[in-house]
Nanobody, 124 residues
Framework: QVELVESGGELVQAGGSLRLSCAAS????????MGWFRQAPGKEREFVAA????????YYADSVKGRFTVSRDNAKNTVYLQMNSLKPEDTAVYYC?????????????????WGQGTQVTVSS
């Protein structure tokens, strides 16, 4: 059984930065990918970023390109989401997810495991 635990979400002012972490346990990841998604109240869950375990290829939603960076530490089985220049519209619950696939990473249906989410609130 895979367990994903996110941390790092908090209240921050617009223009500020946060780093989210997602610690994975239950198996060693050497293939597939990890993704970050977010969901704001009354909205659909949307893709934020993803990273492949094998070659560190990264993918981003247009809304976060140039502001967010996804990275991973294979030794720690942990994925990070560095968020800079935060905007009020970034306010959401952020979820990490794991998949054994390396394609279609922007689609939440491709992911097999999900964390419980961490709240990010950006005040104006």
């Amino acid at each position: 059984q895979v367990e994903l635990v996110e941390s790092g979400g908090e209240l921050v002012q617009a223009g500020g930065s946060l780093r989210l972490s997602c610690a994975a346990s239950g198996r060693t990841f050497s293939s597939g990918a990890m993704g970050w998604f977010r969901q704001a109240p009354g909205k659909e869950r949307e893709f934020v970023a993803a990273i492949r375990w094998s070659d560190r290829s990264t993918y981003y939603a247009d809304s976060v390109k140039g502001r967010f960076t996804v990275s991973r530490d294979n030794a720690k089985n942990t994925v990070y989401l560095q968020m800079n220049s935060l905007k009020p519209e970034d306010t959401a619950v952020y979820y990490c997810a794991a998949t054994g696939r390396v394609y279609g990473l922007g689609n939440y249906g491709q992911y097999d495991y999900w964390g419980q989410g961490t709240q990010v609130t950006v005040s104006s």
